[in-house]
């Protein structure tokens, strides 16, 4: 055979025509191979997605958030308390923080109370997040009503947008007025949810946290940078669960793909056999069949990461989204930033296409190296 680029697109065309020759099995095969790759690439872009978005929402959260625990469970702490903690040596500002989860079916589920820093809302304005307006139906100055404690509904006029950085805060978040957040909740007055310090220097936070344990055994503070690790830590961990269950399909059909591509049919025997007694060389048949895996596999994984990336990018995505959310319900229905980056494509496509790639060029070097007498029968 000639070389050069003349060679390759000779076996090039080769290639199309005997994947149209066989093209039932090849189409079965790369059913199944997509789908394996759907299923791990879904794993890996939700939970990508949900870390990212649990970054996204602590990213403007203070470096240390304190806590009041009373027989192991949160409680309200005073307001006044601020001050004292404003004095240690290293904290730039200690203010009182007020929000709530505030579980109401009739209202969209579970949402995010919060009274803003800045003081802006007055009475029973409110300001909410763009995805749950749209999903409630809420145009603007529309009415949300939430029920307070003894029962009574809340009505609060959505007057602006609530500006977030997430797509959680999007999906939950009701920001309103402090007088509307203690009517609601039945918060006392004086009393606030937890303290939000602000540290100087990020390097001293630990060592704050340290002072605050030991000079108030009742407070806990919980640091942001833990909290970023946590929710990594939980991500990975399920989704690592998951991926080691899907294994089991994806090595079966790796098993399959090898003794079909062991297990040559006579067409093919046949085929590999009289490429030989024409002049084929070893290195001509090995680039056809590498150029026949090459093809299934690509198109397989384009099919199976394009399909994931869509299916972890919807509002309601599929069912393993729970899995890594585990049994909470604090989640609302949100749509996840699921954009896949390089490092997560590169290592699905080394992780799925390459081991095909070995298990079907492999037995055709055994066929290609042997004689073509004793191919053809086999």
């Given at each position: 055979?000639?070389?050069?680029?003349?060679?390759?697109?000779?076996?090039?065309?080769?290639?199309?025509?005997a994947?149209?020759?066989?093209?039932?099995?090849?189409l079965v095969?790369?059913?199944?191979y997509?789908?394996?790759?759907?299923?791990?690439?879904?794993?890996?872009?939700?939970s990508?997605?949900?870390?990212?978005?649990?970054?996204?929402?602590l990213?403007?959260?203070?470096?240390?958030?304190?806590?009041?625990?009373?027989?192991g469970?949160?409680a309200?702490?005073?307001?006044?308390?601020?001050?004292?903690?404003?004095?240690i040596?290293?904290?730039?500002?200690?203010?009182?923080?007020?929000w709530?989860?505030?579980?109401?079916?009739?209202?969209?589920g579970?949402?995010?109370?919060?009274?803003?820093?800045?003081?802006?809302?007055?009475?029973?304005?409110?300001?909410?997040?763009?995805?749950?307006?749209?999903?409630?139906?809420?145009?603007?100055?529309?009415?949300?009503?939430?029920?307070?404690?003894?029962g009574?509904?809340?009505?609060?006029?959505?007057?602006?947008?609530?500006?977030?950085?997430s797509?959680?805060?999007?999906?939950a978040?009701?920001?309103?007025?402090?007088?509307?957040?203690?009517?609601?909740?039945?918060?006392p007055?004086?009393?606030?949810?937890?303290?939000?310090?602000?540290?100087?220097n990020?390097?001293?936070?630990?060592?704050?946290?340290?002072?605050?344990?030991?000079?108030?055994?009742?407070?806990?503070?919980?640091?942001r940078?833990?909290?970023?690790?946590?929710?990594?830590?939980?991500?990975?961990?399920?989704?690592?669960?998951?991926?080691?269950?899907?294994?089991?399909?994806?090595?079966?059909?790796?098993?399959f793909?090898?003794?079909?591509?062991?297990?040559?049919?006579p067409?093919?025997?046949?085929?590999?056999?009289i490429m030989?007694?024409?002049?084929?060389?070893?290195s001509?048949?090995?680039?056809?069949?590498?150029?026949?895996?090459?093809?299934?596999?690509i198109?397989?994984f384009?099919?199976?990461?394009?399909?994931a990336a869509?299916?972890?990018?919807?509002?309601?995505?599929?069912?393993?989204l729970?899995?890594l959310?585990?049994?909470s319900?604090?989640?609302?229905?949100?749509?996840?930033?699921?954009?896949?980056?390089a490092?997560?494509?590169?290592?699905?496509?080394?992780?799925?296409?390459?081991?095909?790639?070995?298990v079907?060029?492999?037995?055709?070097?055994?066929?290609?190296?042997?004689?073509p007498?004793?191919?053809?029968?086999?």
């Open positions: 055979m000639t070389s050069g680029p003349r060679r390759h697109l000779r076996i090039f065309a080769f290639t199309a025509g994947l149209r020759r066989r093209w039932r099995r090849n095969l790369a059913v199944v997509a789908a394996m790759i759907f299923f791990t690439a879904t794993v890996v872009f939700l990508q997605a949900l870390e990212r978005a649990a970054k996204e929402a990213r403007d959260a203070p470096e240390i958030t304190v806590q009041r625990l009373i027989a469970r949160n309200p702490v005073s307001a006044d308390s601020a001050a004292a903690l404003s004095g040596v290293g904290v730039r500002e200690a203010r009182p923080r007020l709530a989860y505030h579980d109401d079916p009739a209202a969209g579970l949402l995010l109370l919060r009274v803003p820093e800045d003081g802006r809302l007055r009475g029973h304005d409110a300001a909410a997040g763009a995805d749950l307006t749209r999903r409630l139906g809420i145009p603007a100055g529309g009415t949300i009503v939430l029920r307070a404690p003894s009574e509904p809340v009505a609060l006029r959505v007057a602006e947008t609530a500006v977030t950085g797509p959680l805060g999007s999906a978040l009701v920001e309103v007025s402090e007088t509307a957040f203690r009517e609601i909740t039945g918060m007055e004086g009393t606030a949810t937890d303290l939000a310090l602000r540290v100087r990020r390097k001293e936070v630990p060592t704050v946290a340290a002072k605050i344990g030991l000079r108030h055994p009742a407070a806990r503070p919980v640091l940078d833990e909290l970023v690790r946590t929710y990594g830590y939980v991500f990975n961990r399920r989704s690592g669960v998951i991926v080691a269950v899907l294994l089991l399909p994806l090595l079966a059909f790796v098993l793909a090898w003794d079909k591509a062991s297990g040559l049919d067409s093919e025997r046949r085929e590999i056999g030989k007694a024409v002049g084929w060389e070893t001509d048949i090995l680039l056809l069949k590498s150029y026949e895996a090459i093809a299934v596999s198109a397989s384009a099919a199976g990461t394009g399909l869509v299916a972890a990018s919807l509002p309601h995505p599929p069912a393993v729970q899995a959310l585990g049994w319900t604090l989640y609302p229905p949100f749509r996840g930033p699921a954009v896949p980056d490092y997560q494509v590169a290592t699905l496509f080394f992780l799925s296409v390459f081991p095909y790639l070995v079907t060029v492999i037995p055709a070097w055994r066929a290609a190296t042997t004689d007498d004793l191919v053809m029968r086999g």
